[in-house]
């Protein structure tokens, strides 16, 4: 029961960071810029808001974004983030199925627990490659970003990428650690199949 609800609690943990990364890859309330102090700035509807994909300007009633669509004139920031965040992204697919698949309540034909084990421990190092990937992409675009203008805050979209990189990061380490304990869980609960099926009262533990 114990490796159980460790599985279930990192499943669930690394599930959440990775809808966190994906709402942080796809909006564009990165960092917000002035040039002067917050409140001077919203008075002359100078406050600005960079994402991976768009730069914006926030005003009274007015929100207009100017598209970041031409690759090649893009930072190198931008781009190594957006390719970051793309791939962190992406990675949370295979993992999310790989750890749904490995569930002990979840059996797809003559699936023996060393198979699920494997699916479980590859699932927790996808989620923890996916949270690295965002680590960086989320330190490295507000900290260049600050070499050329004046920072004045962070927005929503980064801290969605914090605390989903944190979420990702503390399941895959779950994920990880305990998958040598759900492998012995799975061992002894699915260790014989119906070859009891003739006389069910031989069938024995794992470990006699």
């Not at 960092?31 to 001077?40: A, F």
């Not at 031409?70 to 962190?88: F, G």
């Not at 805050?153 to 503390?170: D, E, R």
Request: charged share 10%; aromatic share 12%.
């Amino acid at each position: 029961m114990g490796g159980t609800c460790l599985q279930l609690f990192g499943f669930l943990s690394s599930f959440v960071g990775w809808i966190g990364v994906v709402v942080a890859a796809t909006t564009n309330d990165w960092v917000l810029t002035c040039d002067y102090s917050i409140n001077t700035c919203r008075k002359l509807d100078e406050v600005g808001s960079r994402g991976l994909w768009a730069d914006c300007v926030i005003a009274i009633g007015l929100y207009h974004c100017k598209p970041l669509a031409d690759i090649l004139t893009l930072p190198a920031h931008i781009q190594a983030a957006r390719a970051l965040m793309i791939t962190s992204s992406f990675l949370g697919l295979p993992a999310v199925f790989l750890l749904l698949s490995a569930m002990p309540f979840i059996r797809m034909g003559h699936d023996p627990g060393a198979e699920k084990h494997k699916r479980f421990r590859l699932g927790g190092i996808l989620i923890v490659i996916l949270a690295l990937c965002t680590i960086i992409a989320t330190i490295w675009f507000p900290v260049s970003t600050h070499r050329e203008t004046t920072i004045v805050t962070f927005g929503y979209s980064m801290y969605a990428g914090w605390i989903g990189a944190a979420f990702c990061l503390f399941g895959g380490s779950v994920i990880v650690c305990c998958a040598g304990e759900f492998h012995a869980f799975m061992e002894n609960r699915f260790y014989y199949s119906s070859q009891g099926s003739g006389s069910p009262t031989h069938a024995k533990s794992a470990n006699v």
